[in-house]
């Protein structure tokens, strides 16, 4: 099937260092998409990927879309304790099918 | 304009009963999905439907059935709950395949 391999699975680093999580797969994405959750919420959009090669900034956040469509990264600068959270990639398919990945749970120290 | 909205936040089941989930989005969206959480495993799809009319089976279908309302209205339906099905529901609407997903607060579903 379509799965997504997203790592790593947990990070724990001081505030203020940079962050970086990836998504893989053997499938090829029409889209791929980066979601945030905080326990008790539904996950929230951080960044939306539409094109191959594209690479998108919102914030302290960059992410982009792999050329061969099978991957994307995401990228936190200067993390914050309120970066406090679970990651998930998201690639969605041509008829509509979407996959998510594992996550990325990731803790910030103070 | 409250974005997705789910009922009912929590539910507690006996094996064998039946329930159905509620989903509506007030954003004028195509498309919309039902997908369930489970620890340590992100988010898995169960149905979607890619326009109002249409219905898909996603990665995990079973023991479940959907209804698109209308445009704005999605429900998932449980004709016999197992434990298997304890998780986190979570609708979504999504304006088009050129666009995000939004996310509903979801449903804790505990089947006894």
């Known amino acids: 099937g379509q799965q997504l391999n997203q790592s790593p699975q947990s990070m724990f680093i001081q505030e203020g260092e940079d962050v970086s999580m990836n998504c893989t797969s053997s499938s090829i994405f029409n889209t791929w998409l980066w979601y945030k959750q905080e326990p008790g919420e539904g996950p929230v959009l951080l960044i939306a990927l539409y094109k191959a090669g594209e690479l998108t900034s919102n914030g302290r956040l960059t992410a982009q879309f792999g050329i061969t469509r099978k991957d994307s990264f995401l990228n936190i600068s200067a993390s914050i304790p309120s970066d406090v959270g679970i990651y998930f990639c998201?690639?969605?398919?041509?008829?509509?099918?979407?996959?998510f990945g594992a996550g990325t749970r990731l803790t910030v120290k103070p | 304009n409250a974005g997705v909205t789910q009922t009912p936040k929590f539910q507690v089941l006996k094996t064998g009963q039946s329930m159905t989930l509620q989903c509506a989005q007030d954003m004028n969206h195509n498309s919309m999905y039902w997908y369930r959480q489970d620890p340590g495993m992100g988010l898995r799809l169960i149905y979607y439907s890619a326009s109002e009319g249409t219905t898909d089976k996603g990665e995990v279908p079973n023991g479940y059935n959907v209804s698109r309302l209308n445009k704005r209205e999605f429900s998932l339906r449980l004709e016999s709950a197992a434990p298997s099905q304890t998780s986190v529901y979570f609708c979504?609407?999504?304006?088009?395949?050129?666009?995000?997903?939004?996310f509903g607060p979801g449903t804790r579903l505990l089947v006894l």
């Open positions: 998201a690639g969605q398919l041509g008829n509509n099918d979407m996959r």
């Open positions: 979504a609407s999504q304006r088009g395949l050129d666009a995000a997903q939004y």
